[in-house]
């Protein structure tokens, strides 16, 4: 049973930063695409980044609205994906849950950014 439980989030001042965790079982982020995705109150939920796959490359690909600011990684030992989030903005805020395979979720993590 593929289990998926984040972390990390919280209050935060803009232009501050904060790294959410994502901790896989049941699945090795090693071997899975693994995403983050974000839902801010009234909006559709979407996509921040993702990454691949050793087997697909390990390529990492960010919304336009994060590039160079967030950055995906994975922690094959402790089968953990993080998501660094630097200069954070008020946008940012939002309930971030991480994805695997395109089928599995977990419950999401809220950060808030204050201005």
């Known amino acids: 049973q593929v289990q998926l439980v984040e972390f990390g989030g919280g209050l935060v001042q803009a232009g501050g930063s904060l790294r959410l965790s994502c901790a896989a079982s049941g699945t090795s982020v090693r071997y899975d695409d693994i995403a983050w995705y974000r839902q801010a109150p009234g909006k559709q939920r979407e996509g921040v980044a993702r990454?691949?796959?050793?087997?697909?490359?390990?390529?990492?690909i960010y919304a336009d609205s994060v590039k160079g600011r967030f950055t995906v990684s994975r922690n094959n030992v402790d089968n953990i994906v993080y998501l660094e989030m630097n200069n954070v903005k008020p946008e940012d805020t939002g309930l971030y849950y991480c994805?695997?395979?395109?089928?599995?979720w977990g419950k999401g993590t809220q950060v808030t950014v204050s201005s």
């Open positions: 994805n695997a395979g395109e089928h599995y």
């Open positions: 990454i691949f796959s050793e087997s697909r490359g390990g390529t990492t």
